[in-house]
């Protein structure tokens, strides 16, 4: 056997060694959490606003999600279809822990694919795989894990591509943005299309038609969801709840400010009333239609539909008060939004919807202010009372966790240097085009939360978490590379190019394909531009 292909034979042994591990770690991790009392939680399948209610999950599954105007509709068809299997709560938690052990090995991969040694890559996996906060969200019914599964499996299939020009794998970024788009309403279709066009700039001009085609499909379908909400309810956007985001964020942090507004005529009375509340409370009405996911007031007890179709009418008005307010008092709408940074930053666990009578936070108490702890809280993040929107509340500097901040302004500074380093030299290494991709769904995630919403930003944020982590594990690696390589070189050598003298010149966008690079270099291909 050549030496190159034995070489790759033991990495792909080495890998498989490795992937073996994190899943042993992982099961055994999960057996420990369940003798200390965590159990999975299905409270949001009757009390979640993003879920219909069961019996139409279960019973009218295709009718309702084509009358789905609240929210994409992937997420209520995962949980519908799985639904009408036997032992169906037992099946989501199953779904939901194999995402997670997923999202832990993708992690790893991705790493390797960005020059991070395996030792680290599995390091950084495990830790995450055991976080008394992955655990937790893991077991809390939500799309946390499966959005940010996507949102890695995209970064990795973007790598891959970068590496190797396959139209496969051009096809996964596509069809993974889109999947992102269809299950979080703030991955706009102009995510989507961005993320496809990024692909199409890089694809050799022989494979150009064909990697359209791949990329193109997922964006037709996104843009189809919104063609059908804008036939059926006047609305071309994948959720109709963007006023009443608005309103809870902007209008009900600046009471005071509104109700003069509103005094001056230049704001709805509908502004006083906070968003999300019973359709009794406003004066709109709409006839029957006939169609259970349209006209149910609640979809439980106590528990509000907000796929009424009323709460359209309520949106739309919300939404010109918001916009109304944010021009008359520009500034305040900023201090919002910086309100909602500072909110993103606090460790996930503290947020109100997986402490509130939750059994699995006071299994985790301790483990959780431990982890908080190394993450640089210094106080424990209080949640607004029962009943209190979470707009007036926003922490100070002791309830941030700092590590958390400087890893996310790491990851981007890092990005933009590296994209405008590789933008004047008109050269594009597969890790630094994939570091610049990784940030782009970053950055988008962040702005796309905090610029609509006040109150839940930590949960929001953690479904980046893991694609920073990777980028931190990947600037940990170029430092030691850095540093390797300024101990071992003469005088005057510039230290990369030292430590990587046999490595094949970067990846030039739009160049050819390169083929499969061997898996024992791609171990040492820096983050350059």
């Known amino acids: ?147 940010a599964l996507m949102s890695v499996g995209a970064v990795w299939c973007f790598a891959r591509y970068m590496r190797t020009k396959r139209v496969s794998y051009a096809a996964g970024v596509g069809t993974l943005l889109a999947l992102l788009a269809l299950t979080r309403a703030s991955y706009h279709l102009v995510f989507v299309i961005a993320g496809a066009a990024a692909v199409l700039v890089a694809a050799p001009k022989p494979t150009r038609r064909r990697v359209l085609v791949a990329v193109g499909i997922p964006v037709i379908v996104v843009g189809g969801l919104y063609v059908k909400n804008y036939v059926v309810f006047g609305e071309p956007t994948a959720s109709s709840w963007l006023g009443m985001n608005l309103a809870h964020s902007v209008l009900g942090n600046q009471p005071v400010a509104v109700r003069a507004d509103v005094a001056r005529g230049k704001l709805s009375p509908q502004a006083l009333t906070p968003a999300f509340i019973g359709l009794d409370s406003y004066p709109v ?19 509000n539909n907000y796929n009424n179709l009323a709460y359209i009418d309520v949106s739309r008005q919300y939404q010109k008060d918001a916009v109304e307010f944010i021009k008359l008092h520009p500034d305040l709408y900023v201090r919002t939004v910086a309100d909602g940074f500072r909110t993103m930053f606090v460790p996930s666990s503290d947020f109100f919807g997986v402490q509130r009578d939750k059994l699995n936070f006071v299994h985790l108490r301790g483990a959780l202010d431990f982890e908080n702890d190394l993450l640089g809280q210094r106080h424990e993040y209080q949640p607004p009372p029962l009943g209190e929107l979470a707009t007036t509340t926003a922490p100070d ?9 400087f890893a996310y302004g790491a990851t981007l500074l890092a990005a933009a240097f590296v994209a405008a380093r590789s933008i004047r030299r008109r050269r594009w290494s597969a890790p630094g085009a994939t570091l610049v991709f990784l940030a782009f769904i970053v950055t988008f995630s962040m702005f796309a939360s905090n610029m609509f919403e006040l109150g839940e930003n930590m949960r929001f944020r953690l479904e980046t978490d893991p694609l920073v982590f990777v980028a931190m594990a990947a600037l940990l690696a170029q430092a030691w590379t850095y540093g390797r390589g300024i101990r071992v070189s003469p005088p005057g050598a510039e230290p990369i190019a030292v430590e990587l003298n046999d490595v094949d010149a970067p990846l030039a966008l739009g160049d050819s394909s390169p083929g499969e690079r061997s898996d024992s270099r791609r171990q040492t291909e820096p983050l350059r531009g």
């Open 1 to 147: 056997m050549p030496v190159s292909e034995a070489s790759t034979a033991r990495t792909r042994t080495h890998r498989r060694r490795y992937v073996l591990a994190i899943t042993v770690v992982f099961v055994a991790s999960r057996y420990v959490y369940w003798l200390a009392g965590v159990r999975f939680d299905s409270w949001a399948l009757t009390n979640s606003w993003q879920l219909l209610p069961e019996d139409l999950l279960r019973h009218d599954l295709v009718g309702s999600l084509w009358y789905l105007h609240s929210q994409p509709p992937l997420w209520n068809a995962v949980i519908g279809a799985t639904l009408h299997l036997p032992h169906a709560h037992g099946l989501i938690n199953i779904e939901l822990v194999v995402c997670t052990l997923v999202l832990t090995v993708v992690m790893f991969f991705t790493m390797l694919e960005l020059a991070v040694p395996m030792p680290l890559a599995f390091v950084i996996a495990t830790l995450f795989a055991i976080s008394p906060t992955t655990v937790m969200y893991e077991n809390w019914m939500y799309y946390t894990y499966p959005v």
């Open 285 to 303: 009405h709409r006839a029957p239609t006939g169609v259970p996911a349209l006209d149910r007031l609640e979809k439980g007890p106590r528990v």
């Open 397 to 405: 500097a002791r309830d941030v966790a700092w590590f958390i901040v």
